[in-house]
Antibody, heavy 118, light 107 residues
Framework: EVQLLESGGGLVQPGGSLRLSCAASGFTFGTYAMTWVRQAPGKGLEWVSDINSSGGSAYYTDSVKGRFTLSRDNSRNTLHLQMNNLTAEDTAVYYC???????????WGQGTLVTVSS | AIQLTQSPSSLSASVGDTVTITCRASQDIGSGLAWYQQTPGKAPKFLLYHASSFKTGVPARFSGSGSGTDFTLSISSLQPEDFATYYCQHFHSYPIIFGQGTRLEIK
């Protein structure tokens, strides 16, 4: 069974940093692209970032470019999202998601809440 | 960026009804559209890929159709567990975009 377990969320002040991690199991991690999707309280889903299976290419939504960095450690089956210079607009539940080979998002982790507030 | 417009944004229906949700893309995305279901407090679940193909285990009352710019998700014989929010998503090109969601409520 595929499992994705996020960690690292919490309360941070504006301008601060957090590092989210996602521990993956139940599949050959190094052969799948991975994704982070976030959901602000009461709002819809927003794609944040993708990384290809090797970790050589990552893509970001415009609002996080230059502030967030997505990386992966295929030897440890883990995904990391380094988030810097956080603002209130980054407050959301962040979901770690495995991509199918076609590109759809399945499955999703349970999410970790990031709250940016003073 | 390719935008997705879902309609309606909310919908009330009764158990046993049939409902249809529409997702329109701002440009041709072929069949590169997926649908997700989210119940309150839970992570989204993947339902349909390539606009019309079921994920294994998705009940047959769910169906999808469309290609190009116009897509639909239909749910027939609504069951209590179907009342949720539904999102379409394209993965044709970056940035990947979700529709704004359709909240399906019990009448």
């Amino acid at each position: 069974e595929v499992q994705l377990l996020e960690s690292g969320g919490g309360l941070v002040q504006p301008g601060g940093s957090l590092r989210l991690s996602c521990a993956a199991s139940g599949f050959t991690f190094g052969t799948y692209a991975m994704t982070w999707v976030r959901q602000a309280p009461g709002k819809g889903l927003e794609w944040v970032s993708d990384i290809n299976s090797s970790g050589g290419s990552a893509y970001y939504t415009d609002s996080v470019k230059g502030r967030f960095t997505l990386s992966r450690d295929n030897s440890r089956n883990t995904l990391h999202l380094q988030m810097n210079n956080l603002t209130a607009e980054d407050t959301a539940v962040y979901y770690c998601v495995k991509q199918t080979h076609y590109g759809e998002f399945d499955p999703w982790g349970q999410g970790t809440l990031v709250t940016v507030s003073s | 960026a390719i935008q997705l417009t879902q309609s309606p944004s909310s919908l009330s229906a009764s158990v046993g009804d049939t409902v249809t949700i529409t997702c329109r893309a701002s440009q041709d995305i072929g069949s590169g559209l997926a649908w997700y279901q989210q119940t309150p407090g839970k992570a989204p679940k993947f339902l349909l890929y390539h606009a019309s193909s079921f994920k294994t285990g998705v009940p047959a009352r769910f169906s999808g159709s469309g290609s190009g710019t116009d897509f639909t998700l239909s749910i027939s014989s609504l069951q209590p567990e179907d009342f949720a929010t539904y999102y379409c998503q394209h993965f044709h090109s970056y940035p990947i975009i979700f529709g704004q969601g359709t909240r399906l409520e019990i009448k």
